[in-house]
Structures are given as structure tokens and as C-alpha cells.
């Protein structure tokens, strides 16, 4: 007990320091919203397998800020960003909560292409925070580097879900990843535009899977631009910050 109230502390201040109050009432609307849908569904279905996945995905949007305590050894889990756990909240509640908990995969036409493109995007973001993990202050890179490093994070992550979702659909006879498949009456843009030489339900699955990297790939592009520019700009403000401390000392 002695050792867990210093770090409460000391995480309640990192957390002020780091985030401002817009990102830090993010994650509490993201957390009312599963709320309201979990209390609304309890009482109309209580029966409702879904039930318990939103409960579970409740619960791991309060758990996140523990990540950093898991995070072994101080000197790793003191650099990863609350900026992180901002992104695995919004994660969870578009890639659990919404797709499967409230069931937009089978609601939404094409949501999961659309699910691929922001996850493609929150991985470069996520990428960004681990590759800051293991830069000190004294390491000066540019901001481009830095963001092909969250970009290649990006691209593993998205090779990692593709190779397990597919040998799911696979081998997996009730994996629920093969309702997701492409299929003529709910994607037919993807027919209009890679032609109509699908003969088979396991051909569609080869195509999603490839479609799915597409999607992905193309979420990272406008998240990559971003997060440059602003390294960009934090590079700029450093360096003028630097060049006033300097005028000043003479």
C-alpha cells in the first residue's frame, strides 16, 4: 500500500502534465456512451449474449491506464504516452464495442473496410508512442524517420490481425471473422473494381484479406502526413524555444 499511493500520485500528475482536458473528457464520453448502450440493452435483452462483451469491453477501456504499471521495467513504462491510451480506448470502442458489442459488422455494409481504415490509422498513432519509449531527450531524430518507424509499427500490426484472421476463417469451422467475408450482395463495389472472377466462398475470403491491408494501408497514409507535420512543428517550436534560452544567457 505504501508503494501503490506514491504511484497513483505520481501517474495523476503525469497524467495532468501530459494531456489536455479535451483529450482526458474523451476518454470519459467514450466511456458514458458504453454505459448508456450496455444499460440500454441489459433492460430491453437481458438475455443477450452481446451483454457480456460490452461489459468486457467497459471494463478494459478502465483497465488501460494500467498498462503503464504492467509495463516492466520504471524506465519503460514512465515513457509510454498517455496519448497511447487514448488511442487504445478509441480502439476498443470502434473495433470491439461498436463492431461486435452493438453488431455494425452486420448492421453496416462495408463497416469492417471501414473498421480497417481507422485501425490502420490508430496503429501509426500507437506506433508513434512506443518508438518514443525508447528515445531519451538527448536522441535527435527527424521527424520523418520517426514517422516511418510508427508506420512500420502500423504495417506489422496489420500483417499480425491479417495472417490471424485468415487462417481463422480457415480452420476455425464457427470463427466469427467468416460472416465478414467479401460477398456480392454487401460489397459489390469491390466486384465493380477488381472484376468478378470470384467463384468460391474461400476465394472471397483470400480477397478481404487483401482488401482489408488495402483499407488499413490507405488509413495510414493521412495518419503518417499528420503525425509529421506534427513532429514537424514540435521540432520548430523546440528549436526556437532554444534559440530564446540561448539570447537570454548571453
Not at 34 to 58: G, H, W
Not at 167 to 185: G, K, L
Request: hydrophobic share 50%.
Amino acid at each position: 500500500m505504501n508503494k501503490i499511493k506514491p504511484f497513483i500520485i505520481s501517474e495523476v500528475s503525469e497524467l495532468k502534465r501530459e494531456i489536455c482536458v479535451y483529450e482526458y473528457a474523451l476518454w470519459w464520453v467514450i466511456r458514458a456512451m458504453q454505459i448508456f448502450a450496455l444499460v440500454r440493452l441489459a433492460l430491453r435483452d437481458p438475455a443477450n449474449n452481446n451483454v457480456a462483451l460490452l461489459s468486457l469491453n467497459l471494463l478494459a477501456t478502465f483497465t488501460v491506464p494500467l498498462v503503464r504499471l504492467l509495463l516492466l521495467p520504471k524506465r519503460i513504462y514512465k515513457k509510454l504516452t498517455f496519448h497511447c491510451q487514448t488511442w487504445l480506448n478509441i480502439m476498443i470502442f470502434f473495433g470491439s464495442f461498436l463492431a461486435q458489442g452493438l453488431e455494425w459488422n452486420h448492421k453496416i455494409t462495408s463497416w469492417d473496410k471501414i473498421l480497417h481504415l481507422i485501425a490502420g490509422a490508430i496503429a501509426v498513432f500507437i506506433g508513434d508512442g512506443i518508438a518514443g519509449m525508447f528515445l531519451s531527450k538527448k536522441n535527435k531524430i527527424s521527424p520523418l524517420f520517426r514517422t516511418y518507424a510508427s508506420v512500420g509499427f502500423s504495417f506489422i500490426a496489420i500483417v499480425i490481425w491479417e495472417v490471424f484472421e485468415f487462417f481463422a476463417d480457415y480452420y476455425i469451422v464457427d470463427s466469427s471473422n467468416q460472416a465478414y467475408s467479401i460477398t456480392p450482395d454487401r460489397d459489390a463495389w469491390f466486384f465493380v473494381i477488381f472484376g468478378y472472377g470470384v467463384q468460391n466462398e474461400n476465394q472471397w475470403r483470400v480477397f478481404d484479406t487483401n482488401v482489408d491491408m488495402l483499407c488499413a494501408v490507405a488509413g495510414c497514409i493521412p495518419a503518417a502526413v499528420a503525425l509529421w507535420w506534427w513532429h514537424k512543428r514540435k521540432e520548430k517550436l523546440n528549436t526556437h524555444d532554444n534559440s530564446l534560452k540561448t539570447a537570454s544567457s548571453l
